[in-house]
């Protein structure tokens, strides 16, 4: 059992079959084999639009009990307007995935560029109901990162609420020149943020947005290395989720992370092998 929680943005992605996946694998298999490898999953899919009851329960009946679904909370509660005017919704959808039971762990508040410190009394109120650990929060609004009293504000309400301030890092993204439209579209969606690897609880939250060549993202990895492994010896429980331009090779690059990882944590265990092409698999970690 691992003592970190490591992922990908989602499971239903056909281009993972032969590599993850069987090649021939149905999509309804998708989940069972992706959570043989990894132990949670970005619930991205989520902020888009709500599953229907018959998803959540399909979702139920294939899910096991150790995988943790970090669901979005959908756009229509973080980014149409109060917050305050969207518990309702919110409390909604919490219904919906109710089936999940403790796999849903913890939801995710993601804010727009758009919600600046003027509204922290509306999050505030918005946050209230929810117990610590059941949420966390992504900022994007630049005067959330520049170290000033709003940062200051933002973070001292998270963490008396028990709530993770959730750390996106998007450099390895940018570092990369290439003109591919995977990667220009990307870039053109991701936030380009300083880094906030806040602990405000017992389970750290980061996003790694990747560069498609595995290899260059080495060293955007070494410091989220040293710090999961330091966060895993205080006795935490991080969430490490990893992301490339088009997702193709996220899992690749969520299996590269960990084997780097059982460098700096000796006993750490190996991940399962895919059930895919193991060839694949292995040219994509060189």
Same mark, same amino acid.
Request: no cysteine; net charge negative.
């Given at each position: 059992m691992l003592p970190y929680f490591l992922g990908c943005p989602s499971w239903s992605e056909p281009a993972w079959r032969g590599s993850l996946y069987p090649a021939h694998a149905s999509s309804a298999e998708f989940l069972p084999h992706y959570a043989r490898v990894f132990n949670a999953v970005e619930g991205? /899919? /989520?902020f888009?639009?709500?599953?229907?009851?018959e998803t959540v329960a399909r979702w139920a009946a294939r899910m096991p009990a150790e995988l943790r679904f970090c669901a979005k909370l959908p756009r229509e509660v973080s980014h149409n307007g109060d917050l305050r005017a969207n518990l309702?919704?919110?409390?909604? =959808?919490r219904r919906l995935l109710a089936p999940l039971g403790s796999r849903v762990a913890p939801y995710w508040l993601q804010l727009p560029a758009s919600f600046t410190p003027a509204r922290l009394a509306e999050l505030h109120s918005f946050?209230?109901?929810?117990?610590?650990? #059941?949420? /966390?929060? #992504?900022?994007?609004?630049?005067a959330f990162f520049d170290k000033g009293e709003d940062e200051r504000r933002l973070n001292r309400l998270l963490h008396g609420l028990g709530i993770e301030r959730i750390c996106l890092d998007s450099r390895a993204l940018f570092s990369c020149d290439s003109?591919?439209?995977a990667v220009l579209h990307a870039q053109a969606k991701k936030p380009r943020l300083p880094l906030r690897p806040t602990a405000f609880s017992q389970s750290p939250q980061v996003r790694f947005i990747g560069h498609p060549e595995l290899s260059a993202n080495d060293p955007f990895m070494a410091p989220w290395l040293d710090k999961v492994a330091s966060w895993i010896e205080e006795g935490r429980t991080p969430y490490m989720f990893l992301h490339t331009s088009d997702n193709r090779l996220a899992p690749q690059l969520a299996?590269? =992370?960990?084997?780097?990882?059982m460098q700096r944590l000796p006993g750490l265990v190996a991940l399962p092998q895919p059930e895919g092409d193991a060839r694949t698999e292995q040219l994509g970690l060189l």
């Open positions: 991205n /899919t /989520t888009y639009a709500s599953p229907s009851a309702d919704a919110a409390e909604t =959808f946050l209230e109901p929810w117990q610590a650990g #059941e949420l /966390t929060v #992504e900022v994007r609004h630049p003109r591919a439209p299996q590269r =992370f960990h084997q780097q990882l």
